[in-house]
C-alpha cells in the first residue's frame, strides 16, 4: 500500500455543488494532516490542518478516520475559485509525504 | 516578512552542467526541505534538514547534494544535471526540527528547471 493515496480526478462540478476527496494513508502512527490546495504553476499552499477527528473553515471541512486510515476534504457549495488540485499531505517519520493530488474543476 | 524565497525562477542548463539552486526563509523554521514536482507523480522530497548542520536524504536524494550552515538557507546542488531532472522544484520550510511532521509546511515560489 502506498504512504499516502488519492483518487486523482479530476473531478468536474457545477458551482454550487458540494464535493468530497478521500485520501488513505498507511503510516497508522501518523497523528497530524494536512490538505494543501495548489493552483496551476504556482505553489502548495495550506488549506486546513487535521488533529484529531476532523476540523471545520467555512465551506471546508476535513474529518479523519482513524480506523479505516484515510482523511476526507468536503467542500461545500463550491465556487469557480475552487477550482483546483488538493494534496493531503501526512506526517511519515521525520518527514511530510505528499498525496498525487486531486484536481477538482467547477464550471458555472 | 518575506517567508520562504527561492531563486532563480526559471533555469535551462545543458546536461552536465552544475548549478545551485537557492533557498532561504526569514521566519527562524527548523526545519527545511526541497521537493521536486513532475506530471502525474505529486512532489517528491529530495532532501530535508531538521536543523543547522543536520541534513538527511529523501525519497529522490541522487544527483542532488545539499548544506545547512545556517538556520535560513538550504541550497541545493546540481552536480551534474541531467534531462531527467527537468521538474519544477519547491523548497519549503516549518517550524519546529524534529517535530516538523506536526506543523505545516510554507512553500517557496518554486523553480521551473529545464536540462537539455
Known amino acids: 500500500r502506498k504512504e499516502v493515496e488519492q483518487d486523482p480526478g479530476p473531478f468536474n462540478v457545477p458551482e454550487g455543488a458540494t464535493v468530497a476527496f478521500n485520501c488513505t494513508y498507511s503510516?497508522?502512527?501518523?497523528?497530524?494532516f494536512f490538505w494543501y490546495r495548489q493552483d496551476c504553476r504556482k505553489e502548495p499552499k495550506l488549506l486546513m490542518s487535521?488533529?484529531?477527528s476532523g476540523n471545520e473553515d467555512g465551506r471546508f471541512t476535513a474529518q479523519l478516520n482513524r480506523a479505516s486510515q484515510y482523511i476526507s476534504l468536503l467542500i461545500r457549495d463550491s465556487k469557480l475559485s475552487d477550482s483546483a488540485t488538493y494534496l493531503c499531505v501526512v506526517p511519515t517519520a521525520s518527514k511530510l509525504t505528499f498525496g498525487t493530488g486531486t484536481r477538482l474543476q467547477v464550471t458555472l | 516578512n518575506a517567508g520562504v524565497t527561492q531563486t532563480p525562477k526559471f533555469q535551462v542548463l545543458k546536461t552536465g552542467q552544475s548549478m545551485t539552486l537557492q533557498c532561504a526563509q526569514d521566519?527562524?523554521?527548523?526545519?527545511m526541505s526541497w521537493y521536486r514536482q513532475d506530471p502525474g507523480m505529486g512532489l517528491r522530497l529530495i532532501h530535508y534538514?531538521?536543523?543547522?548542520?543536520?541534513?538527511d536524504q529523501g525519497e529522490v536524494p541522487n544527483g542532488y547534494n545539499v548544506s545547512r550552515s545556517t538556520t535560513e538557507d538550504f541550497p541545493l546542488r546540481l552536480l551534474s544535471a541531467a534531462p531527467s531532472q527537468t521538474s519544477v522544484y519547491f523548497c519549503a520550510s516549518s517550524y519546529g526540527g524534529q517535530g516538523a511532521r506536526n506543523s505545516p509546511l510554507h512553500f517557496g515560489n518554486g523553480t521551473r528547471l529545464t536540462v537539455t
Open positions: 487535521v488533529y484529531s
Open positions: 503510516n497508522s502512527a501518523s497523528q497530524s
Open positions: 521566519m527562524n523554521h527548523e526545519y
Open positions: 534538514s531538521v536543523g543547522a548542520g543536520i541534513t
